[in-house]
């Protein structure tokens, strides 16, 4: 069993810095959803199991090395080497922030949990370095921004037990096959974390008429991440999780387009960027926004452009292509736009015009 200063050592040799962060911290109690200020938590006396209250002595029998102070009936079993609920009590979360929004069926997918040690402040061999657990589900980026989540949590909340077995685990465990336990076991409290705060969160439905924030930034993400492959009504609902007729009916809703045509717009938006910004072929772009040959994609940029890529691309040979025309309506929020075409990254070598 490891001791303190064994601990200390450990834990020192794989500290590494924090993951890239949005600079935003939450912190949540286990109750309700998580804020970006500390609630006052009243936490339960800890000390002995029963207590007896001696009155004071009168008179002769008095004497003045007599305590009054609470006897222990029971005594406090002995500390172990390790505490590792206090451990516990320093562990934070990273996750994308989304997660603290979408729906449980939504963050469960894939869920997994990797345990690091990182470096913080403080003085001492391992009061700068904390324990920290990033959480990932299938949905999530590995290149998003992370959010900070401190726990505060009762020290006798089943969570926080939890986590007290990952850390012991981690530091006890030899071996390949304790290395894969004590990976199973992070996995699971990633799991435990996410039905936990899905369950802490006040009961909501759906507004009927619209589509959820998270469910239109993942639909739209999923058109930016496939715009080269067949997008038809029934994936892009599905990605959605809703039927093909109630999907086409909120996203014209959402973005005053049907899904059609916001892909078909994106397509163009996108093709006009790589004709302004690069020398990419013409039959390159067609294959990259999602069109059968160069004649199709020339057929669909005139009839949404009234000109011809290659006229475009003469047009606005030299200029930096800004313009971009909402593809939301009125009064849409600012976040979605952060999905239009312009927000798709160019790689280096489709600058280049490189035929890969």
Not at 219 to 240: C, G, M, P, R
Not at 277 to 292: H, K, N, R, Y
Request: proline share 8%.
């Amino acid at each position: 069993m490891f001791v303190e200063d064994q601990y200390a050592r450990f834990v020192a040799e794989r500290a590494k810095p924090p993951p890239l962060t949005s600079g935003d911290t939450f912190h949540w109690d286990g109750r309700g959803t998580a804020s970006r200020s500390v609630r006052p938590h009243v936490e339960e006396p800890i000390g002995c199991a029963a207590q007896l209250a001696l009155p004071p002595a009168t008179g002769h029998q008095a004497s003045p090395v007599e305590s009054t102070r609470p006897m222990c009936i029971l005594p406090s079993p002995p500390a172990p080497a390790i505490d590792w609920a206090k451990k516990a009590a320093r562990l934070t979360l990273y996750l994308d922030p989304e997660l603290l929004l979408a729906p449980l069926h939504d963050r469960l997918p894939g869920a997994t949990g990797a345990l690091m040690w990182l470096h913080g402040q403080g003085e001492g061999l391992t009061s700068s370095v904390h324990p920290a657990l990033v959480v990932h589900t299938v949905y999530t980026s590995l290149q998003v921004e992370c959010a900070e989540l401190v726990l505060h949590l009762p020290i006798n909340d089943s969570l926080h037990s939890h986590i007290a077995q990952v850390l012991q685990a981690a530091v006890d465990t030899e071996g390949e096959a304790g290395q894969l336990y004590a990976e199973a076991l992070a996995d699971a409290l990633a799991v435990h974390f996410l039905r936990r705060y899905a369950a802490a969160q006040p009961a909501r439905r759906e507004v009927a008429g619209r589509i959820t924030p998270y469910k239109l930034r993942h639909t739209l993400a999923y058109i930016q991440a496939l715009l080269e492959e067949k997008l038809s009504l029934a994936t892009l609902a599905a990605v959605a999780q809703m039927s093909p007729t109630h999907f086409a009916h909120l996203c014209k809703h959402a973005t005053g387009l049907a899904p059609h045509q916001y892909v078909s717009l994106y397509r163009i938006e996108y093709s006009k960027r790589l004709l302004a910004e690069t020398d990419v072929p013409l039959i390159d772009i067609s294959a990259q926004v999602g069109c059968a040959d160069q004649s199709h994609f020339t057929a669909l940029f005139r009839r949404h452009v009234a000109m011809t890529p290659n006229v475009y691309r003469s047009t606005t040979r030299g200029l930096l292509h800004k313009s971009c025309p909402s593809l939301f309506a009125s009064g849409q929020h600012e976040e979605w736009r952060a999905c239009s075409p312009t927000s798709r990254p160019i790689s280096p070598s489709h600058r280049a015009g490189s035929l890969l």
